[in-house]
């Protein structure tokens, strides 16, 4: 196991920058996931760690070492891709015993390790199989089995999940949280996908356009987003966001298109008339009779859950509720956001302001 440091790291093609000054602390046997839309840098970042990619400035630390000069087979890392690199022709035990046979290990060591492998992730009856005879599941499972067996230092996964379908990438999600809590080696999980950044995350790397908008815990994360990149982007559906105006007379309020009015917990004493992002996650509406009307758009039942869309003051927002309310289109219903529960932002800046 070991510790990261990534220190304004900088990469460039050509005269084209696309990571601008990373810095990131990696604790030993964290695990660490890089979020981000596709283009923002993420995949680029991890495999500068790797070594796949020259890092134009800045240093990367693995453990005491920097290894910014270092060849990948040299960093103590392993990787697991997002097409699994499998060789086609060689059996499951040969796929994973494949990097300790370069390295001249032997037999009765690389043995032993791919059994252990295969034990821990349910592989021990497919060892004399071949890819083609396995499913996307057991695939990736292969890929992983590959990496144990080198025994790493750090673990590097570049979107292992995407050519899953929806119920085996919810399994598999839950195989590597599993896996990580048992040989608890130092993590990096690159994703664009914020559900799984916030169910197997110890601590998540929000990223856009190859800069670092946000580090912090899953739940730190979306409760106290720092600016309205990381509010929309970390939650499922997304928070709702309304321009408007902060008021701020004997009680603070919000003003919304429309004259739709929100009352706040508190706004900073000196924010009276300015323009603001008011957040509202779409769990934390209500009905009330003192709520603010909104015309019912769209219902969506996803079972545990009913999703709402409708438009407020002009805006289309989503509220969702876990009772199974009988709303149809065109009802128009009452809206209160738990004042407590909101979040305001610079409308210029799109920065947290205090409250």
Known sequence: MASDAIRDVQKAFGATSVIHGVDISIRDGEFVVLVGPSGCGKSTLLRMIAGLENITAGEIRIGDRVVNNLPPKERDVAMVFQNYALYPHMTVAANMAFSMKLRGAPQSEIDERVNRAAAILGLSQ?????????????????????????????????????????????????????????????????????????????????????????????????????????????????????????????????????????????????????????????????????????????IEPTGS?????????????????????????GERIRLKPDPRLVHLFDETTGKRLTN
């Open 126 to 298: 497919l060892l004399g199989r071949f890819p083609r005879q396995l499913s996307g599941g057991q695939r990736q499972r292969v890929a992983m089995g590959r990496a144990i067996v080198r025994d790493p230092r750090v673990f590097l996964f570049d979107e292992p999940l995407s050519n899953l379908d929806a119920k085996l990438r919810v399994q598999m999600r839950t195989e590597i949280k599993e896996l990580h809590q048992r040989l608890k080696t130092t993590t990096i999980y690159v994703t664009h996908d914020q559900i799984e950044a916030m169910t197997m995350a110890d601590k998540i790397v929000v990223m856009h356009d190859g800069r670092v908008e946000q580090i912090g815990a899953p739940l730190e994360l979306y409760d106290r987003p720092d600016n309205l990149f990381v509010a929309g982007f970390i939650g499922s559906p997304a928070m709702n966001m309304i321009k408007g105006h902060i008021r701020i007379n004997g009680t603070a309020n919000f003003e919304g298109p429309a004259g739709v009015t929100f009352s706040l917990a508190s706004a900073g004493s000196g924010n009276d008339g300015r323009p603001a992002v008011y957040g509202v996650r779409p769990e934390h509406f209500s009905l009330a009779d003192d709520g603010a009307e909104a015309e019912v758009q769209v």
């Open 305 to 329: 859950e009913l999703q709402v869309v409708a438009k407020l003051g002009g805006e289309e927002i989503i509220a969702v509720f876990r009772e199974r309310h009988q709303f149809k289109p």
